[in-house]
DNA sequence: TCGGAAGTTTGATGTAAGTCAAGGCGCGCA
DNA sequence: TGCGCGCCTTGACTTACATCAAACTTCCGA
């Protein structure tokens, strides 16, 4: 088990006011938590450095990406845009997190953007240490499809609730999986960043969050202050989700 | 390179009325193409036949997969249904092409079940048949990843489709794609299945597919008969695609 | 402390697509 | 040959959500 305070220095000198230990981090990821020492050294060896401020891209869409990137610190949102300026955001990426890997094994042009929602640290893993990775330890190829299968079903999980959930009950279940493990009672939670953002990301306008949270709040589910929301009864909320439907008398064929 | 034609015979005698070469289809299945005889060996021995009727369910949501499934004959739908008794297709998967992999890898339950849409033959391979391919083969590794990240691609396409892209764009870009290469003159296809599981995998009603199709006929787009359609010009009908939002100005920002 | 830009809320209105309900068409079967 | 049953289509109506526009809040920098 690599020695996760080991005093690794990153490559040759980057541009970084802070000496980051690179290897250091990388064993602290979820992906590489069990490789050797050595090669945590390798594919340290493979990484370098990169820092966003706010705002900044980090690739277009269409980039052909020769390796993948983890976020250290701070935040990057995946989306892309339509012609006419509309924007959609896929997913935001939060520390400890990493993208890119699948558009690295397939050699295509990405097909979305990547943006720092604020200043952000990452690591860049150029193919070449993966792959070497791969060959050298069949267990860490395992642990790689894995994580892309991860990566799937959560997509899978998305186009669920883009097609067979309504509105409110994707908001409801975005609050649920912020709020985390309890079951019941109440919880309390901060959005991870701007409600326009987020509106984004559950394929709504900004607008109807508003007034979905602003609804929420009536029914006396929630209470919101900025980005600040505390869900007052877990379980009710979730029961929410499915009282809503029946309110819609649909396809109930019982004769 | 595998003998296509070696007269491998799958494991003990199953339950099929023709004795399939078992090595020889997965030697012709992209995934497998450059494994070596003896892995195909192998494999062979982790793999079963399996015979569906039309209409039969392989595996109900919720299911653990053990392993996964080639399409050798016929067609397969994935698919989730609401509790409101609604469905959402989620991927067709016709012959040559697998699915379950992801499931396979994460060992947790899967989001969808499977349904064959037609009599079908599949071929279920078990994990451990994949891993010791992987364990062998680093560039089996390489190869299962990369699959594993063409899914990936093919999903966040269909989210862009489903978030940005009306309906009617929908079924242009569904009709250009089955219409394959050509990039302009006419074009002549069959849809793969019922119309109504066709407008379930566009997420729309029949309702919406027909009128659709109808409003594409009237304008001499592509001419439709029954399960048969023409695009009568490619590049037409592709235009139409980007010349739709226009209609409607939505945020243009030009003053 | 003020000013102003960005983010958010609220209200009025529009519309794409869904729902419900008939009716037509094609196709296998008697 | 004609009957009956799915599949598909068509039309009238509904609705969830987007759009547009304007006010309000927050927060930061001068």
Redesign the pocket.
């Known amino acids: 088990m690599a020695n996760l305070g080991c005093p690794l220095k990153g490559g040759a000198g980057k541009r970084t006011g802070s000496p980051i230990n690179i290897g250091g981090l990388l064993a602290n990821l979820p992906l590489f938590q069990q490789l050797r020492e050595s090669e945590i050294v390798n594919l340290a060896a493979a990484a370098r450095e990169i820092g966003l401020s706010k705002g900044q891209i980090l690739f277009q869409r269409g980039t052909l990406l020769d390796g993948f990137y983890v976020v250290v610190q701070g935040q990057v949102k995946l989306a892309f845009s339509s012609p ?1 300026g ?1 924007e959609k955001v896929v997913a935001i990426i939060e520390p400890g997190q990493s993208f890119g890997e699948a558009m690295m094994f397939l050699e295509k042009p990405c097909p979305v953007f990547a943006q720092a929602l604020a200043d952000t640290h990452l690591l860049y893993i150029a193919k070449r240490g993966i792959f070497a990775a791969i060959d050298h330890d069949s267990a860490f190829a395992r642990r790689m499809l894995a994580g892309l299968s991860i990566r799937l079903r959560s997509l899978i999980h998305d186009v669920e609730d883009y097609s067979l ?6 908001v409801i279940g975005f609050l649920l999986h912020l709020a985390g493990t309890p079951d019941s009672g109440s919880a309390t939670l901060e ?1 991870p ?7 984004s990301r559950l ?12 609804d929420l709040s009536e029914s006396e589910l929630i209470a ?4 600040h929301i505390t869900v007052l009864d877990m379980a009710r909320l979730r029961q929410f989700d499915d009282l809503l439907p029946p ?6 064929k019982s004769g």
């Open positions: 006419q509309h959930h309504s509105s409110t009950q994707r959005l960043t701007s409600k326009h953002v987020i509106a394929n709504l306008t900004p607008e109807t969050l508003s007034r979905i949270l602003h919101v202050k900025g980005r309110s819609h008398p649909l396809c109930d």
